[in-house]
C-alpha cells in the first residue's frame, strides 16, 4: 500500500520556470524523503526532512512539510532540463513489513528546452 | 560515494527459469532491500535484510526468496520465473538500526519473463 501520493503525476514546463511536486501522506512520519529517477535508472536521494522542520533547502530544491495536513511540496526553481526525471516522496509509515520507508507513485517532470 | 551494484541492466529469461539478481554496496551498510517497480503502482517492497543471513519479507513476497551470506551481498532469487515477475528490480541499501533511514539505490535490473 502506498503511504506517499504524488501530485500531480505529470508536469511539463518550460526550462527557467519553478516547478512544484506535492505529496500527501496518511499516517504520522518521522521524517518524509523526496528521491529523483532519471528514465530507467534507480533512484537518487535528494533531501530528508524531520517531522519537526518545516522548511528544508539544498540547492535549486525547497522542501516544505505541514504535518498538520500531512502533505509535503518539492519546489525546483529555475528549472533546467537535466531536471526532466519522475520525483518520488517517501515516508516512514508503517506498512505491511513494518515501520519502512514507504514510496508514491511518483512525479513525471518534463523540462523543456 | 556509496555505490551499489546490481549484475545485470537488462535480462531475458523464459517461464519457469530460476532467475537470479544480485546486489553489492561498498558502504559496509546494515540493511539491503529488493523493490521492483511497475507502471502506476510505484515501488514496492519485496524482501529486506539487516544483517546477514537474516531477511525478513516485504509487501511481496510471493514468488521470490533472497539469501545475504556477506554483508556486501543481497541476491534476489526467482524460483521458477512467470510472465507476471517481468518488472524493473531495484536494489537499495542504508546504513543503521533504522530501517527508515535514506537509502541508496542500484541502477536497476529490467527483467522481461517471455
Known amino acids: 500500500s502506498q503511504q506517499g501520493e504524488e501530485d500531480p503525476q505529470a508536469l511539463s514546463i518550460q526550462e527557467g520556470e519553478n516547478a512544484t511536486m506535492n505529496c500527501s501522506y496518511k499516517?504520522?512520519?518521522?521524517?518524509l524523503q523526496w528521491y529523483r529517477q532519471n528514465s530507467g535508472r534507480g533512484l537518487v536521494h535528494l533531501i530528508l526532512?524531520?517531522?519537526?522542520?518545516r522548511e528544508k533547502h539544498s540547492g535549486r530544491l525547497r522542501v516544505t512539510l505541514d504535518t498538520s495536513k500531512k502533505s509535503s511540496s518539492l519546489l525546483i526553481t529555475a528549472s533546467r532540463a537535466a531536471d526532466t526525471a519522475s520525483y518520488f516522496c517517501?515516508?516512514?509509515?508503517?506498512?505491511?513489513?513494518?515501520?519502512?520507508?514507504?514510496f508514491g507513485g511518483g512525479t513525471r517532470l518534463m523540462v523543456k528546452p | 560515494d556509496v555505490k551499489v551494484t546490481q549484475s545485470s541492466r537488462y535480462l531475458v529469461k523464459r517461464t519457469g527459469e530460476k532467475v537470479f539478481l544480485e546486489c553489492v554496496q561498498d558502504?559496509?551498510?546494515?540493511?539491503m532491500f529488493w523493490y521492483r517497480q511497475d507502471p502506476g503502482l510505484g515501488l514496492r517492497l519485496i524482501y529486506f535484510?539487516?544483517?546477514?543471513?537474516?531477511?525478513e519479507k516485504g509487501d511481496i513476497p510471493e514468488g521470490y526468496s533472497v539469501s545475504r551470506e556477506k554483508k556486501e551481498r543481497f541476491s534476489l532469487i526467482l524460483e521458477s520465473a512467470s510472465t507476471n515477475q517481468t518488472s524493473m528490480y531495484l536494489c537499495?541499501?542504508?546504513?543503521?538500526?533504522?530501517?527508515?533511514?535514506?537509502?541508496?539505490f542500484g541502477p536497476g535490473t529490467r527483467l522481461l519473463v517471455l
Open positions: 537499495a541499501s542504508s546504513f543503521g538500526a533504522l530501517l527508515q533511514e535514506t537509502q541508496y
Open positions: 499516517t504520522s512520519i518521522n521524517n
Open positions: 526532512i524531520r517531522s519537526n522542520e
Open positions: 517517501a515516508t516512514d509509515g508503517v506498512s505491511d513489513a513494518g515501520n519502512m520507508l514507504t
Open positions: 558502504m559496509d551498510h546494515e540493511n
Open positions: 535484510s539487516y544483517d546477514v543471513k537474516m531477511k
